[in-house]
Every structure is written in structure tokens, then in C-alpha cells.
């Protein structure tokens, strides 16, 4: 399930089931949005882009869907494993190429 | 490809001294490199944007004369964070975009943990 720790949302899924992860963006005007993941200690590594011209887009295990009508985008990832547990970050880019991060969930893969 | 490096990957300092934190690109040259600082459990929050041979553009709120970015040439972005206080203590990570291409796609470091006691 999906909850709201003091600071960082959580979502535990079994190993084997598909996750979604969602986050909302601010700017109307972003036109260029990014999927990081973060393991602890360590720095955000790029999974998946999009561009606001498009509202789905598929890579190896892992689709990102935008809606911008209500500033949502979404990360599916297949078949979840165990080394995908870590911090999923959204991040929408402005102009000048300066990224907003969105807040952040957490995926705990339960083997 | 598009190799960041930061260094080092962790720092424990004194309250009152300063600290420098090193970013680099290892097989590009980066026009710019950002600056963002990550308090645990949180999200990254950009700090500066740098330009190399320019004065760096920094966010609301984060204070230029504490937090000391140049960049120097087109491999190395420094942060020197000077006179530092426990509250600094913080994961700091730098990002890079290559030259002559779009500046929206950012090369992330492993990141710097700087406690400050």
C-alpha cells in the first residue's frame, strides 16, 4: 500500500507485481520532464524522459505517462524486483534548464 | 559516457571552518553544472546555477557569501561552503549538462555528505 511518512510517501509492492508511482508537477510551462531513481547515499540516476508533446512513453520495464490537464505524471514499472527498491524522484525542467524535483516516494520490494 | 565526479564523497568538519566540494566532468565539458543540496528524507533542492566563467546564479534563499561556487573551467565546478554550522550538515550533489547540447539533460554526481560538528 501507499503512505505518507513525515516526510517521504512509501509504497510497498511484493516482488513480481507492477508499481506506480505518481507525482504531480507545478509549471504548465515545463515542457521536458524527467524520472530519476535514487539509491541511498548515492546520486539520482536517470530512467525515463518525456517531452509535453507526448503522454506516454515506454523504456526496458518502466512506462511514464503525462497527463497535462491535471499535471500528473506517472511511472510504471514491470514486474518489480528487489533492486528497484529506492527513492523515485519526478523532476519537471524550466527554462534555463534548472530541474524541480517533486517530493519523492520511496519503493519497498517485498521478495 | 558522461561521467560525474564529486570530491569527496563525504566530509566531516569542524563548526566555523569551511569546506570545499569538488564537481567534475570526466569525459565531457560541461557549460553548466547546478548545485543541489538533499536534507534526508527529502527531495533535492537546487542551490545555483554555474556557468563556466561566470558568476554563478543562485536560488532564493540560499546565501552566496556562505556558499561559494566557481567555475573555473569546463571540467571543474567548486562549492565552498565557509564558515559552517551543524545546520549545513547535508548531502550535496552536483549535476552537469554537456556543451553545445541541450541543457536539459543533467549528469548527476554521487553526491558529498558534509557533517559539520
Known amino acids: 500500500g501507499e503512505s505518507v511518512g513525515l516526510h517521504l510517501p512509501t509504497l510497498s509492492v511484493q516482488e513480481g507485481d507492477n508499481s506506480i508511482i505518481n507525482c504531480a508537477y507545478s509549471?504548465?510551462?515545463?515542457?521536458?520532464f524527467i524520472w530519476y531513481k535514487q539509491e541511498s547515499g548515492k546520486g539520482p540516476q536517470f530512467i525515463i524522459d518525456?517531452?509535453?508533446?507526448?503522454d506516454k512513453r515506454q523504456g526496458q520495464r518502466v512506462t511514464v505517462l503525462l497527463n497535462k490537464t491535471v499535471k500528473h505524471l506517472s511511472l510504471q514499472i514491470a514486474a518489480t524486483q528487489p533492486g528497484d527498491s529506492a527513492v523515485y524522484f519526478c523532476?519537471?525542467?524550466?527554462?534555463?534548464?534548472?530541474?524541480?524535483f517533486g517530493q519523492g516516494t520511496e519503493l519497498s520490494v517485498k521478495p | 559516457g558522461a561521467v560525474v565526479s564529486q570530491h569527496p564523497s563525504w566530509v566531516i568538519c569542524k563548526s566555523g571552518t569551511s569546506v570545499k566540494i569538488e564537481c567534475r566532468s570526466l569525459?565531457?565539458?560541461?557549460?553548466?553544472m547546478f548545485w543541489y543540496r538533499q536534507f534526508p528524507k527529502q527531495s533535492l533542492m537546487l542551490m545555483a546555477t554555474?556557468?563556466?566563467?561566470?558568476?554563478?546564479?543562485?536560488e532564493q534563499g540560499v546565501e552566496k557569501d556562505k556558499f561559494l561556487i566557481n567555475h573555473a573551467s569546463l571540467t571543474l565546478s567548486t562549492l565552498t561552503v565557509t564558515s559552517a554550522h551543524p545546520e549545513d550538515s547535508s548531502f550535496y550533489i552536483c549535476?552537469?549538462?554537456?556543451?553545445?547540447?541541450?541543457?536539459?539533460?543533467?549528469?548527476f554526481g554521487p553526491g558529498t555528505r558534509l557533517t559539520v560538528t
Open positions: 518525456i517531452r509535453s508533446n507526448m
Open positions: 549535476s552537469a549538462s554537456i556543451a553545445g547540447l541541450s541543457s536539459y539533460e543533467q549528469y
Open positions: 509549471n504548465s510551462a515545463s515542457d521536458y
Open positions: 523532476a519537471e525542467t524550466l527554462q534555463g534548464g534548472k530541474l524541480i
Open positions: 569525459d565531457f565539458q560541461a557549460t553548466t
Open positions: 554555474s556557468n563556466e566563467g561566470s558568476k554563478a546564479t543562485y
